[in-house]
């Protein structure tokens, strides 16, 4: 099984803070990689597909990037309704692999 | 427009069994495989499996062969995940998902998780 990790785990910061979050496949998984976004009771909802390519809908400071192995998500200018749980998920190959997720947090 | 609506809250007792159902309305259920998707209480995202609801194909994750079996109603548009056995650990919330693929720009491809239902939780407790 392919394995994904996410650093950090967690991360406390402002609103207008820049932040990044990265995401290492175990294996090469080319640019199969997704982001998404969960806030607490609800579904995650999809922000970038295919390591840079932004879902219809989601606002441009969501920024995706990498392949192979190593990926970033970068949210430019945090707002307080990004404040959430962030997912990668490999969709290189089943087992579809997620990373254990990154908790932003306001600080 | 597109929505997943799941079956409601359970709870079950060890060794019992579990049918979850998800349906699909604003498109045909055939035209995109549904996958399953766990998350124990506080934890990350475990996928199950799929299946194809146009020829009824599935492929499950390794950690649930034997204990699962996704099956679809074309007529009612509806897909449904069984789970045998259920263990304590089984505890989470389970969520059914609209895959979609497509190819973009540059001769690449994209696959993602498209759609989800809201989620049912599944409390296993003696």
């Known amino acids: 099984d392919i394995q994904m990790t996410q650093s950090p785990s967690s991360l406390s910061a402002s609103v207008g803070d820049r932040v990044t979050i990265t995401c290492r496949a175990s294996?090469?998984?080319?640019?199969?990689l997704n982001w998404y976004q969960q806030k607490p009771g609800e579904a995650p909802n999809l922000l970038i597909y295919?390591?840079?390519s932004l879902q219809v809908g989601v606002p441009s400071r969501f920024r995706g990037s990498g392949s192979g192995t190593e990926f970033t998500l970068t949210i430019s200018s945090l707002q307080p309704e990004d404040f959430a749980t962030y997912y990668c998920?490999?969709?290189?190959?089943?087992?579809?692999?997620f990373g254990q997720g990154t908790m932003l947090e306001i600080k | 427009q597109v929505q997943l609506v799941q079956s409601g809250a359970e709870v079950k007792k060890p060794g019992a069994s579990l049918k979850v159902s998800c349906k699909a309305s604003?498109?045909?259920?055939?035209?995109?495989?549904i996958h399953w998707v766990r998350q124990a209480p506080g934890q990350g995202l475990e996928w199950m499996g799929w299946?194809?609801?146009?020829?009824?194909?599935?492929d499950y994750a390794q950690n649930f062969q034997g204990r699962v079996t996704m099956t679809r109603d074309t007529s009612t548009s509806t897909a449904y995940m069984e789970l045998r056995g259920l263990r304590s650990n089984d505890t989470a919330v389970y969520y059914c998902?609209?895959?979609?693929?497509?190819?973009?720009?540059?001769?690449?491809?994209?696959?993602?998780?498209?759609?989800w239902g809201q989620g049912t939780l599944v409390t296993v407790s003696s």
């Open positions: 998902a609209r895959y979609f693929y497509e190819t973009i720009p540059n001769d690449r491809y994209a696959e993602y998780f498209q759609y």
């Open positions: 604003g498109y045909t259920l055939s035209d995109y495989f």
């Open positions: 299946i194809n609801p146009n020829n009824g194909d599935t």
């Open positions: 294996q090469t998984i080319t640019y199969y």
């Open positions: 295919a390591a840079s």
């Open positions: 998920q490999q969709s290189y190959r089943t087992p579809y692999t």
